[in-house]
């Protein structure tokens, strides 16, 4: 089972570039999530999905956009990218309940130059 | 700051040592999560606890939620190099998980 799968595995990026981050689950998960590590901070959540048709954002949504495609995708969007950007992306999934763990992707490292 | 505080912030100790992590939090959680991160690859469940006041083994390693839903620990008995990783807390409320920092792991051989 592939789970959850997050493409690219790793990116550089000029400041002002944009890049969007995506993440597919095959679990038919309700909820999927975005999370920033950065070393000392833990994971950060950046943007949330409950379910199919919602997104509210988590504890640092300045300088990012989301979109739930469907079910299975949920897409990060920088749009302007900044150094303070620089960053290990997980993406996550479960079925919604709030005590359900998190399936978690390999990550995107990505710098921003 | 972190919802969710983590101590130690690292712990390096020698094969067959014991060794603690704390989780602590001034907020009220539904549950509490614990996850093993690896160099490279996301977190992993280790185990969730739901009861105030409960304790769950898992072979070598023995978690308990404090009897407020507050705050968390995880002893591992008898280390092993198979041990070491990033230990992470995560505190759940609606619908988001909250993490600690997290506490990196080191058993020498």
């Known amino acids: 089972n592939a789970g959850v799968t997050q493409t690219p595995k790793f990116q550089v990026l000029k400041t002002g570039q944009s890049m969007t981050l995506q993440c597919a689950q095959d679990?038919?998960?309700?909820?999927m999530y975005w999370y920033r590590q950065d070393p000392g901070m833990g994971l950060r959540l950046i943007y949330y999905?409950?379910?199919?048709?919602?997104?509210d954002k988590g504890e640092v949504p300045n300088g990012y956009n989301v979109s739930r495609l469907n079910k299975r995708e949920f897409s990060l969007r920088l749009e302007s990218a900044a150094p303070s950007q620089t960053s290990v992306y997980f993406c996550a999934s479960r079925t919604g309940d709030s005590n359900e763990k998190l399936f978690f992707g390999s990550g995107t490292q990505l710098s921003v130059l | 700051t972190q919802l969710l505080e983590q101590s130690p912030q690292f712990l390096s100790i020698q094969e067959g040592e014991n060794l603690t992590v704390y989780c602590n939090s001034s907020?009220?959680?539904?549950?509490l999560q614990w996850y093993r991160q690896e160099p490279g690859e996301g977190p992993v469940l280790l185990v969730t606890v739901v009861t105030g006041g409960e304790v769950k083994k898992l072979k070598r390693l023995t978690f308990q939620f404090g009897d407020a839903r507050k705050d968390s620990s995880l002893h591992i008995t008898a280390a092993q190099p198979g041990d070491t990783g990033l230990y992470l807390c995560a505190g759940a409320a609606d619908y988001k998980l909250s993490f600690g920092a997290g506490t990196t792991v080191t058993v020498r051989a």
């Open positions: 679990m038919n998960h309700n909820s």
């Open positions: 999905s409950a379910s199919e048709g919602t997104t």
């Open positions: 907020s009220v959680f539904s549950s």
